[in-house]
């Protein structure tokens, strides 16, 4: 089993729509979570980090769920630059600097 | 705003160059790390340093060398570069353990 899992879609949804992901991750010790936007051919860019009460910064809302071991990210609204490929990122433990990658989820938004 | 800046967006060079990737901060982080990026395998770790001097190997660290002699510099070295080395390579830097790590725009490396 992958550290962290993440369906790799594509996602092809129309704007407006809402649209959610899940990631999976296998070490319950994990820490700290994080949802990153990737355009293509550029770097990760920080989205949100994942509260353990959840948290939302505008039409994003991040989950976690510990007792199943995932984390979500749900969009609002979306609009047509929201497509991106985002990649979940887990902290496997307090005090470590092992962060694990998914492979990413793409989205494309469709007019 | 956090700003990683590495020194080149493309870069081609040949097999058995000594080739240097450079990478600088500007938030005064404590740890920095060296990522490749290939399709369908994701972001794997190279080498990190938590401080000057020190590093610690990733995930991958076979044909690479790092170099920390600054806190806001971080340079990846391929000391003999191979065709397997070609990637797309991504340096981050962060404050400190399960914080959120801030990325460079990447270099596209390509050995021929």
């Known amino acids: 089993r992958k550290e962290v899992e993440q369906d790799p879609g594509p996602f092809n949804v129309p704007e407006g729509a809402t649209v959610a992901f899940n990631c999976t991750y296998s070490?319950?010790?994990?820490?700290?979570f994080f949802w990153y936007r990737q355009d293509c051919r550029k770097e990760p860019k920080l989205l949100m980090s994942v509260y353990s009460s959840g948290n939302e910064d505008g039409r994003f809302t991040a989950q976690l769920n510990r007792a199943s071991q995932y984390i979500s990210l749900l969009i609002r609204d979306s609009k047509l630059s929201d497509s991106a490929t985002y990649l979940c990122?887990?902290?496997?433990?307090?005090?470590?600097?092992?962060?694990?990658f998914g492979t990413g989820t793409r989205l494309k938004v469709l007019a | 705003d956090v700003k990683v800046t590495q020194s080149s967006r493309y870069l081609v060079k040949r097999t058995g160059e000594k080739v240097f990737l450079e990478c600088v901060q500007d938030m005064d982080h404590e740890n920095m790390f060296w990522y490749r990026q290939d399709p369908g395998l994701g972001l794997r770790l190279i080498y990190f340093?938590?401080?000057?001097?020190?590093?610690e190997k990733g995930d991958i660290p076979e044909g690479y060398s790092v170099s920390r002699e600054k806190k806001e510099r971080f340079s990846l070295i391929l000391e003999s570069a191979s065709t397997n080395q070609t990637s797309m390579y991504l340096c981050a830097s962060n404050k400190g353990p399960a914080r959120p790590q801030h990325f460079g725009d990447g270099t596209r490396l390509s050995i021929l």
């Open positions: 340093s938590y401080d000057v001097k020190m590093k």
């Open positions: 990122v887990v902290n496997e433990m307090s005090g470590t600097y092992k962060y694990i």
């Open positions: 070490n319950s010790a994990s820490q700290s």
